[in-house]
Structures are given as structure tokens and as C-alpha cells.
């Protein structure tokens, strides 16, 4: 089992920066691949970013509407991932939640956090 932990959310106005962190405890090897998804009210969850567990930092995959202004990481433990959002919109208000994905004996699991709160209004 992994029990994943957000935090960093808040309210900041358009243009500003948010740093959100996620860290998993429990048994969090073999996590492959680490990401944040979001839900603003009445519109669809969607995939924020995503980030592997390779070498060199990690393949990452972004969506359409955050590229260029959120940068998705992992710690140096691999248990750990962040996402460093700049030039914040309106449109970024969302729950945000971290997910990760545990390959064991070639069988992915998923697991949730409990969702961060991002608020973005003047």
C-alpha cells in the first residue's frame, strides 16, 4: 500500500506561483510513474503532468494548457514529486491530486491523494 500526502495549495493571484508537493510513504518502490491531475468544478478530471522513474530526471509529459508554465520533478528518492506552477491563470483554479503508479510483479496499481485546493483569482 501507498498513502500519498499533498500539499502547497492556496490562493494566489493571476500570475503567481504555486509549488506543489506530494510525498508517498507506506511501501513506495517501484513507483514508475508520478503525476498531478485536476478537477475544477463542472469540467472533467484531467492529466496536469507526468513524470517517470528513468534515468537523467525522467520522461515527462504535460498538458496542452500548462506547457511552458508548469514544470513537473521528482525528489532525489523518487518518492517525492512536485509540480512548480508560474504565470497562474484563472483557468488553473482546481482541485489538484497526485497519483502514482506501483508496477509489481509486472501489475500496475494506482493510487490517490486526497486533493490540494488551487485557487487562482485577484
Known amino acids: 500500500q501507498v498513502q500519498l500526502v499533498e500539499s502547497g495549495g492556496g490562493l494566489v493571484q493571476p500570475g503567481g506561483s504555486l509549488r506543489l508537493s506530494c510525498a508517498a510513504s507506506?511501501?513506495?518502490?517501484?513507483?514508475?510513474?508520478m503525476g498531478w491531475y485536476r478537477q475544477a468544478p463542472g469540467k472533467q478530471h484531467e492529466l496536469v503532468a507526468t513524470?517517470?522513474?528513468?534515468?537523467?530526471?525522467?520522461?515527462?509529459n504535460y498538458a496542452d494548457s500548462v506547457k511552458g508554465r508548469f514544470t513537473i520533478s521528482r525528489g532525489n528518492a523518487k518518492n517525492t514529486v512536485y509540480l512548480q506552477m508560474d504565470s497562474l491563470m484563472p483557468e488553473d483554479t482546481a482541485v489538484y491530486y497526485c497519483?502514482?503508479?506501483?508496477?509489481?510483479?509486472?501489475?500496475?496499481?494506482?493510487?490517490w491523494g486526497q486533493g490540494t485546493q488551487v485557487t487562482v483569482s485577484s
Open positions: 497519483k502514482a503508479t506501483q508496477v509489481l510483479f509486472g501489475k500496475p496499481y494506482d493510487y
Open positions: 507506506g511501501s513506495p518502490f517501484n513507483l514508475n510513474v
Open positions: 513524470i517517470t522513474s528513468g534515468g537523467g530526471g525522467g520522461s515527462t
